[in-house]
């Protein structure tokens, strides 16, 4: 609180930083002033498993939540690839997700209440103990993807989830991005929703076999991972009407995983991977429609010929969230303007499917300039007088989110 007063007093801008692996440039001080680190604050404030609860400070990781809630028989849903480095406020500024999301949303969902200091340097307490709260407006779901630009969060109390007495996991290999995403708007259409559902490219396919070279078909150029879980009767269930889905023109083969830990290693080694194709990546989290997926992939393929840039695509398949990467040297200044240029269609494209143009990584300082293709003026200029009221000096990480 002292540390805001004293930055309004002076007029400096203030940046909360937790451990600094957005993609999005949320935590840079673009416009110098003070970085406010959180890092240590590193305190698991209390465990209730009765009530299914975590009260923590911010700078805890997301994997020590995990570890905390695992001894009790829970988990906390929110599972981005960085979890073992993210901290539980770097979460919250953004609403990150992951791939479980599909079935059970992100941190929005799994957060019931904060404490946080605001720009004009008042602490406030938002949410409540209880699962049932309908007392006054909704500030803690405000204050979650806010990416630290309305209040600074100092304590998050986290709601619990059970473990889920059984996991199974399934893989389905395909000769085209075409049918495999067919088969993803099939299996969202069924009454079982999967715990996860990632989407793999061919580009993606190619860097995993670069690295383990005997553990992909080498005919498959789309795939799907999917992961079940319930009862052991359920996943027995659940694992026919998926596999039952995906039977269509253009499957290779699908078939039970029998290891899914060595799965998910796997895909989350995905994005450190991309570096072997190019120095530099222009990293996008779009989300569409499920149903328009197919419309969606086969317009990013169109892009990647038409501007002759590389593009690997993979991602939260079951919300419709794909991670686009744009793959480009930042010495060439011929393809750095081409790069442009696609991405400026890629968000266009995304905007005609209904979509939007982040689903878990914020908006931060990259995409700043491109939200007015999304949100309309109306609505950009009552955010921004809600900006206003929680910081009317503009004080708290400027230059973020608005174009």
Known sequence: MSVVTLCNDYQVPLTPRGRGTGTAG??????????????????????DPANRVIITEPGVLNQSIQDAALGHGFFWPPDPSSAAYCSVGGNLATSA???HAVKYGTTRDHVLGLKAVTGRGEVIKTGCYTTKGVVGYDLTRLLIGSEGTL???????????????????????YRNATSCADTIVAIMA???????????????????????????????????????????????????????????????HAERASDTAALWKTRKAL???????????????????????PELLAGLKHLSIKYQ???????????????????????????????ERCLDEVFDLVIRLNGTLSGEHGI???????????????????????????DPNNILNPGKMFP
């Not at 949320?26 to 465990?47: N, Y």
């Not at 991977?273 to 989290?285: F, T």
């Not at 060439?332 to 081409?338: G, Q, W, Y």
């Open 190 to 252: 069924l009454p079982q929703v999967p715990s996860a559902l990632e989407f793999l490219d061919e580009g993606s396919l190619n860097l995993i076999r670069r690295r383990f070279p005997d553990m992909l078909p080498s005919d498959t150029r789309a795939m799907l991972m999917i992961e079940l879980d319930g009862t052991p009767r359920d996943i027995l269930e659940s694992t026919e009407s998926v596999l039952l889905a995906c039977q269509r023109e253009g499957l290779l």
């Open 151 to 173: 209040a600074i969060i100092t304590e998050a109390t986290l709601k619990l989830t059970p473990l889920p007495s059984a996991i199974g996991g399934l893989t389905a290999h």
């Open 309 to 339: 840039i590389v593009n690997v695509n993979f991602g939260h398949a079951g919300n419709g969230n794909i991670h686009v990467n744009l793959l480009v040297n930042p010495e060439d200044n011929s393809e750095m303007a081409r790069a």
């Open 271 to 293: 994005s450190p991977l991309l570096r072997d194709i190019a120095p530099k990546k222009i990293n996008e989290d779009v989300v569409v429609p499920v149903a328009s997926l």
């Open 26 to 47: 949320g935590s840079l001080p673009v416009q110098g002033g003070v970085a406010l680190s959180l890092e240590r604050m590193l305190q698991i404030i209390k465990v």
């Open 97 to 99: 997700g992951g791939p």
């Open 364 to 390: 931060g300082s990259e995409k700043r300039a491109y939200v007015s293709k999304e949100v309309d003026v109306t609505t950009l200029a009552l955010m921004k007088s809600i900006k206003r009221v929680f």
